[in-house]
């Protein structure tokens, strides 16, 4: 070991737990078998090393030290459990020391994914399931984008964790007429992971985010997996059209650029002939989904770059047929936009967003967002600003908050010259 002089052991664990906690738990938890298990025992390992790294130095592959430690205290704990009665746990003890099981095997994360998506945990819990146990993204961190609070987001992760033990789901390879039901849990997981990484991003001014990256890369091994889902394939073409468009998304200043107000020739026509492909790819099967249809609205906006013209009547095409199929907060929102701008009656587009329970939607950023939007073009100039104050005391982000206090100062400079006589 030695500590190296361009990090503290600190930093070096937070940088561990921020890029490698995900994997290390899939693999200790594909193993064992038990989430719950492998997450105290990763923990564990985590606190060893801010304890050992100062005084031992830091190991030269920090991730591997951490993974040994974790598997030492997981089979320390089964053997305990034998003597106690637990005889049924030495083939656990005997895979956890077997050092054929150190090598690297990437598949991990998506077997573990796919026990977080078996029919037998509420649908409604898989993907923040997924978010935490393989990419360890914290329940504070994704309560928001699944709108509900911290504390029952949490409950109803330690119950899908406890019935992963409990019922015992087996962690191998789902039949092929068991796969296809989990895969819209695993990219629905995958897809807030990358809006999480999109929101970091904005915040901290990070082009490279790691979430970010990472969810493309977990939506590439999904749909590599599972070659005949059209789903997987769409869901890949979706993300390339975002990420076509990232370098765009940030001003020469360094701020945010909504897509709207995107210079299309700052967007990446390599990756956009890519996600065409994808898409190209999934429609070819002839099942269309809600994944392909979120991919065929970016693909729509992305059309901007060849004509200069946002095709507002064929996104709302879309839009429709999505709320039909999916009907998510996300998809009713696009659809109240695209409606605005696609008939030029603002009115239709606040329509839809009535239907919307106010409950659901009362501290959601993007909704008074779009209102606000929709209002400033209906001219109702005070209410847009009312929206827009909302949006902007609902994020924490400096970059979105500097965006919308910039919206809030033409909109308001606006009244003022409506008012002057």
């Known amino acids: 070991m030695s500590l190296r002089s361009s990090e503290s052991s600190g930093a070096v664990a937070e940088r561990a737990a921020r890029t490698s906690y995900g994997g290390l738990l899939a693999r200790l938890a594909v193993r064992w078998r038990d989430v719950g298990a492998a997450e105290d025992a990763l923990s564990e390992a985590f606190v060893a090393a801010l304890e050992r790294w100062p005084e031992d130095g830091v190991p030269d592959n920090p991730e591997a030290w951490l993974l040994i430690v974790a598997r030492r205290k997981l089979s320390d704990h089964a053997r305990s459990l034998a003597v106690r009665g637990r005889e049924d746990l030495a083939e656990h003890v005997r895979i956890a020391l077997d050092p054929a099981t150190v090598r690297d095997e990437p598949d991990d994360r998506l ?9 037998s945990i509420d649908p409604a819990i898989q993907p923040a399931l997924i978010l935490q146990t393989v990419l360890g993204i914290a329940v504070k961190d994704m309560a928001g984008a699944f709108l509900l609070s911290h504390e029952t987001l949490n409950k109803r992760l330690v119950r899908a964790k406890a019935k992963i033990k409990a019922t015992q789901l087996r962690f191998d390879q789902p039949s092929p007429e068991d796969l296809e039901p989990r895969v819209h849990a695993l990219l629905e997981a995958i897809y807030a992971a990358y809006a999480i ?6 915040e901290d001014g990070d ?8 969810a493309v890369y977990l939506a590439q091994l999904v749909a590599a997996s599972l070659p005949s889902s059209p789903e997987a394939l769409g869901f890949v073409a979706m993300l390339l059209f975002c990420e076509a468009r990232r370098a ?6 360094g701020e945010f650029v909504p897509l709207l107000e995107q210079d299309p020739a700052g967007w ?7 996600a065409q492909q994808h898409l190209a790819r999934a429609a070819a099967f002839g099942a269309l989904g809600p994944f392909q249809l979120e991919a065929a609205i970016q693909a729509a906006h992305c059309y901007r770059a060849r004509t200069g013209v946002t095709p507002w009547s064929e996104i709302t095409a879309l ?15 696009g659809y109240a936009v695209a409606t605005a701008h696609s008939t030029e009656d603002p009115a239709q587009g606040l329509a839809i967003l009535e239907n919307i329970d106010p409950a659901r939607v009362a501290e959601h950023q993007p909704y008074w967002v779009a209102r606000g939007h929709i209002l400033a073009q209906a001219r109702r100039t005070h209410e847009s600003i009312d929206c827009l104050r909302r949006a902007l005391g609902l994020t924490t982000s400096p970059r979105l908050q500097r965006h919308l206090a910039a919206k809030l100062s033409r909109l308001k400079s606006l009244a003022s010259q409506t008012l002057t006589p």
């Open 248 to 253: 765009a998304g940030v001003d020469a200043s």
């Open 319 to 333: 839009y429709r047929t999505l709320v039909t199929l999916h009907p998510t907060i996300g998809a009713q929102l």
């Open 268 to 274: 990446d026509a390599a990756i956009l002939r890519s």
């Open 207 to 214: 082009a490279n985010d790691r979430l970010r990256a990472e």
């Open 111 to 119: 077997r573990l994914m796919l026990v977080c998506a078996h029919p």
């Open 197 to 202: 990484g999109q929101e970091r991003a904005v």
